[in-house]
């Protein structure tokens, strides 16, 4: 089996900053592309942000400049620093990857929440 840690959510004020981790462990020989994904109240789940195994990235508009996606291979771990938050930002955010070529993994979700 394989399982996915997700960390770093919580409060912040508009502004504010958060790092989320997510961590794969299990039955994992090789990883694929990972990302995080963010599903608002009342809202479909969307984009945010993912990264190849060489390390390109691709943003969604609304994020982009503000939002970093990184990873650590040998840790099996994926992050999302988030700056500038803004109340909008406010989700459950998502981390999926890709493992073993062809199988999918989507976290369990962190509540991130901005607001003064």
């Known amino acids: 089996q394989v399982q996915l840690v997700e960390s770093g959510g919580g409060l912040v004020q508009p502004g504010g900053s958060l790092r989320l981790s997510c961590a794969a462990s299990?039955?994992?020989?090789?990883?694929?592309?990972m990302g995080w994904y963010r599903q608002a109240p009342g809202k479909q789940r969307e984009l945010v942000a993912t990264?190849?195994?060489?390390?390109?990235?691709n943003y969604a508009d609304s994020v982009q400049g503000r939002f970093t996606i990184s990873r650590d291979n040998a840790k099996k771990t994926v992050y999302l620093q988030m700056n500038s938050l803004k109340p909008e930002d406010t989700a459950v955010y998502y981390c999926?990857?890709?493992?073993?070529?062809?199988?999918?993994?989507w976290g369990s979700g962190t509540l991130v929440t901005v607001s003064s």
């Open positions: 990264i190849t195994t060489v390390g390109s990235t």
């Open positions: 999926h990857v890709r493992y073993n070529y062809d199988m999918i993994k």
């Open positions: 299990g039955s994992i020989f090789t990883i694929g592309t």
